[in-house]
């Protein structure tokens, strides 16, 4: 009997783990093993992994770490055999722009939520109110019912203000997700925010003592144990790695391939076909490893709960990355890097673009050389995009500008780089949750698994494993 086939569309880490998933994982083909073909639209693989060669140094573009204490990122490193490529992070902790001045982050937050007002009160660019606000929620804490979900920043303003809120938290609860808390989903991003307000009385309290595990609160670590991981060779390595890994195998990668339609053939000897430009493929089974818009532009005919992907907004991003001579910067004495608020004014025009400052080589000690530094700066949120109108050199010099502002010296840069991300950061809002299970039980009906950042997820690990578990679905309803 012929194998049967299983297409995977999407070349990004989920699709990819996808199919290291189908081919056998660990333990490699065997006679039950799908035949797998994964088709991807772009020429590279990788979505948004991606290296390059900057100042002598082979950088991430995209992501540039992931956390360590979920465990899909380091075992697929494993099965892979590249475990000696894993490169700790180096220092923790990072320093806020508040007020004109920088300040070091306190440990005791989690997600940025401080945890207690003696947390709030070692802030020290925060203003009387804020402390207050902290105090208020340990001894008089606010009144707030809290339905089946509420946006991340409806719970914070109503139990911390305005201040703690949009100064102290948004920076890094919005900027990991590039969007805004007012519009992002606790249950989706956060649970644990949504289970501290849940049990009423202090948030502060009930975040520093959680009532069980979830998968986004930084989990107490073992003393030693690193809270991130790069790769020696960059984070891109890993999707080059897997395609060459994948290909020894047997799977057939297709990149520069865009997949144009999937069309049902219940005549046919396979439920499925696959159209690009020039060819088509049959298939048993489909996993999509697209971004949410474009299976439901591919699938979206099929059910309406498919169609409503579409209303997965996602952000872009912009990162301007530098390298400067030792001699001409200096950088906060600790910390990875610079978080700043949204709506920063400063004395340039209209509010600051950037929205964080990566140390990279403070971060990666691959990285570190004895005569420059290189600092990457993060610009754009979800309804920030005014990078896009400017000019690579524009942009470059703007972004100069805020550094020389936020940071205690900034020379001339000797190199720069600008990389531009297209939207592909999906926005979780309210009621997210909803939508991607009804999009799951809709695909399942017809025999495909959805993968990839838009549902359980946007971090590294959590892609790969959403494509891992879409994969496996994918085998069981192979088995007789
Ligand atoms: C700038 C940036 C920084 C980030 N930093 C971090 C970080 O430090 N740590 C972390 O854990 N995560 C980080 N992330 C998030 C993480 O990298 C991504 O969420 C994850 O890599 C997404 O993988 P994916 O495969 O689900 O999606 P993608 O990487 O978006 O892949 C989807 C793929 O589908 C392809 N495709 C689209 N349409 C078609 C079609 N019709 N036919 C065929 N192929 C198609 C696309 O070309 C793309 O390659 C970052 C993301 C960005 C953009």
Redesign the pocket.
């Known amino acids: 009997m012929a194998r049967p086939s299983v297409v995977v ?8 783990a996808a199919a290291w998933e189908l081919s056998g994982a660990a333990r490699g083909p065997n006679d039950e093993t799908p035949r797998v073909e994964l ?4 020429d590279r ?5 991606a290296t390059t060669t900057f100042a002598g140094r082979t950088i991430d ?7 360590a204490r979920r465990p899909e ?1 380091t075992a697929l490193v494993t099965e892979l055999g590249w475990s000696d490529r894993l490169e700790a992070i180096a220092v923790s902790g990072s320093s806020i722009w508040l007020r004109g001045s920088l300040y070091e982050l306190p440990a005791g937050l989690v997600l940025g939520v401080p945890t207690s007002a003696a947390v709030v009160r070692s802030v020290k660019g925060l203003s009387w109110r804020a402390r207050l606000a902290a105090r208020r929620d340990e001894l008089f804490p606010a009144a707030f019912s809290v339905g089946d979900d509420a946006s991340i920043g409806e719970i914070l303003r109503t139990k911390l203000g305005p201040e703690l809120t949009y100064q102290l938290i948004e920076p890094m609860v919005g900027g990991i997700q590039a969007g805004r808390i007012d519009e992002l989903s606790a249950k989706s991003v956060f649970p644990a925010l949504l289970d501290a307000a849940r049990r009423g009385g202090s948030l502060m309290r009930a975040l520093a003592t959680p009532a069980g595990g979830d998968s986004a609160t930084p989990a107490p670590t073992a003393a030693n144990s690193p809270m991130f991981y790069s790769l020696t060779s960059g984070i891109g390595s890993l999707a080059e790695e897997l395609g060459r890994q994948l290909v020894a195998r047997g799977v057939v990668l297709r990149t520069g ?4 339609a999937l069309r049902r053939t219940p005549s046919g000897s396979y439920p499925w076909e696959v159209d690009t430009a020039n060819t088509t493929t049959p298939a048993d089974r489909l996993v999509l ?3 949410a818009h ?1 299976t439901s532009h ?1 699938l979206g005919h099929r059910d309406p709960a498919l169609a409503a992907l579409d209303s997965v907004k996602s952000a872009g ?1 912009a ?1 301007v990355t530098f390298s400067v001579a030792r001699s001409e910067i200096t950088l906060p004495e600790h910390g990875t890097g610079v978080l700043v608020p949204l709506g920063t004014v400063w004395s340039g025009d209209g509010s600051m673009l950037v929205t964080a400052i990566t140390f990279l080589d403070r971060k990666w000690p691959r990285l570190v050389r004895e005569d420059d530094v290189v600092l990457r700066a ?1 610009v754009g949120r979800s309804d920030d995009v005014r990078w896009a109108s400017l000019s690579d050199e524009e942009l470059t010099n703007r972004v100069a500008s805020e550094l020389a502002a936020l940071l205690p010296r900034f020379g001339a840069a000797s190199e720069s780089l600008v990389h531009r ?1 297209q939207p ?2 999906p926005q979780y809002y309210v009621g997210h949750d909803r939508m991607v299970v009804a999009a799951k039980l809709a695909a399942t009906s017809i025999r495909v698994a959805l ?4 549902y359980d997820g ?6 790969i494993g ?2 891992r578990r879409a994969a496996r679905e994918t085998l069981n309803s192979l088995k007789p």
Do not use: K, Q, R
């Open positions: 569309v999407g070349g990004g880490i989920s699709g990819l088709i991807e639209a772009s693989l990788g979505g948004a992994l573009l995209g992501a540039d770490g992931f956390l990122a391939v865009e997949v144009t490893a697209t971004p474009v591919l991003a990162m993060h991300w592909g950061l993968a990839g950042n838009a946007v971090g590294v690990p959590a892609s959403s494509g």
